[in-house]
């Protein structure tokens, strides 16, 4: 690479960083692609930093030693993530939304890359200290969350079949029971797909008592894996607690209500924020 | 937004432009935000311009005028993109992706979210010039390339289901045969997720001999919809052309043989140069 100036350089750095978020890049990595002494590449840090920082974006790590160097750890500031989440919530209050049987259609929504990716970050800022391996989520509508989360915080995803298809190999498929139709499913994973041991974050667009969610658990089992956290878009307060099979999640927002005679529904922030 | 020094506002010009692809921004928005003049900013965008097409990130365009304002459109450069599709092509030969039946196991690649995202900016350099209204693709192993191509061309991404969900209310069905097994399958889209007369790019992660794909273009056309174009991650190779329903895509890599006797698996790069 040609020798730049500090103004070029600063722009190159910030998306070199931008694109690799949470891994670590060795001070030595900049300073050989700008030709640049390693105390200007610090101070160029320090400028990215703190604009990282003011405008909310999260966090710029510099660890040092002989395996050191620069790590950006995307985070959603309390301020963006509020925004976002009042946002979420005046969009799933829309009327419109009730399908037949008090279902609400979300779609619309799900199929919003901007958004996903947005509410990926969200959770990347939840679980940024977590050790995680990887992240899981059932076919279908729980996909494109998923892969946000996992870009965000540089993980592959996991993908559990409802069915077991021809394409993953072999695979181990257990039945469960979903919560809110009390009917019995079966989902799958490919043999291949995780390495026991392993620790994962369950992510979904929706929950309502959690069958889905502890299907999954119970699949982790088979693979001596753990479950290092859940977080879902959406979480139905119409539950009871004591029909809840899962207590410990983060959801960004709460369906309330569904009133489909009066045309309403309520929705309320999820307990992203009361869990901090 | 406090006053930044030009250092500072390169960086967050930066990623302001980096995360809002496709998206028409109006040169005042950085001069409000900034409290800068119009002609700083302007000397501010010549320099990201210039690190954006040396990186071969993609264009910087600025539109002049009332309406006017800055556009950030990703592109891959010729040279990244052949780098990814051969690094594509050999990950793709690895022997061990070899499954009964001669199929190929590839979602260990698919589940990277880093590695669709990179596809999904091929696909939006290919199709940064047609005129598009959302992107398709049918459950379930290629949602993760289009809401990636969806993302870098800041369009929504429709999701076909292969059963009618009752979270999707009315949904228009099609029947429809797989080319590859001569088999009749369902493929169904919810009337509310796509308006009459779209223009939509088809995205998947594998084709044979086009089934599938024809089954969304026939799914299309009982919306008014055009096809405005398709690309595949993968296109097996091993179909005569007489076979193959459909001739324009744009494909990353092909499967030319699956040896399961020798273990050996040949792929090459698809159509994505050959078209230019």
Redesign the interface.
């Known amino acids: 690479m040609?020798k730049?100036k500090?103004?070029?350089r600063?722009?190159?750095m910030?998306?070199y960083l931008?694109?690799r978020p949470h891994h670590l890049i060795p001070l030595t990595t900049f300073a050989q692609r700008y030709g640049a002494a390693k105390s200007s590449i610090s101070e160029d840090l320090a400028?990215?930093k703190?604009?990282?920082e003011?405008?909310g974006?999260g966090e710029l790590l510099t660890l040092a030693g002989a395996a050191g160097g620069v790590k950006y750890i995307p985070k959603v500031s309390r301020e963006g993530a509020l925004i976002f989440i009042n946002q979420l919530c005046e969009k799933l209050s829309q009327p419109d939304r009730i399908?037949?049987?008090g279902?609400?259609?979300?779609?619309?929504l799900?199929?919003?890359?901007?958004l996903?990716?947005e509410a990926g970050k969200l959770f990347a800022t939840a679980f940024a200290d977590a050790k995680i391996d990887?992240i899981m989520t059932v076919?279908?509508?729980g996909?494109?969350l998923a892969?946000?989360t996992?870009?965000e915080l540089?993980?592959?995803?996991?993908?559990v079949?409802r069915d077991h298809q021809?394409?993953?190999?072999s695979a181990v498929s257990i039945n469960y029971v979903s919560g809110s139709q009390k009917s019995l499913h079966t989902m799958s994973l490919?043999r291949?797909?995780l390495k026991e041991r392993s620790r994962v974050l369950i992510v979904d667009d929706f929950m309502k008592a959690g069958g889905t969610i502890q299907g999954m658990v119970d699949l982790l089992a088979e693979f001596d894996a753990t479950v290092a956290g859940v977080g879902v878009l959406v979480e139905s307060g119409e539950v009871e607690s004591e029909q809840r099979l899962l207590h410990d999640y983060v959801s960004l927002a709460t369906l309330r209500a569904v009133d489909a005679k009066g045309k309403e529904i309520s929705v309320e922030p999820g307990n992203y924020f009361s869990r901090k």
């Open positions: 040609k730049l500090r103004s070029a600063l722009v190159d910030t998306q931008l694109s400028i990215i703190e604009v990282f003011d405008q974006m399908l037949p049987g279902y609400l259609y979300m779609s619309d799900l199929g919003q890359p901007g996903m990716n990887c076919e279908t509508k996909i494109p892969y946000a996992g870009a540089n993980l592959p995803v996991v993908l079949r021809v394409t993953e190999g490919s291949r797909a």
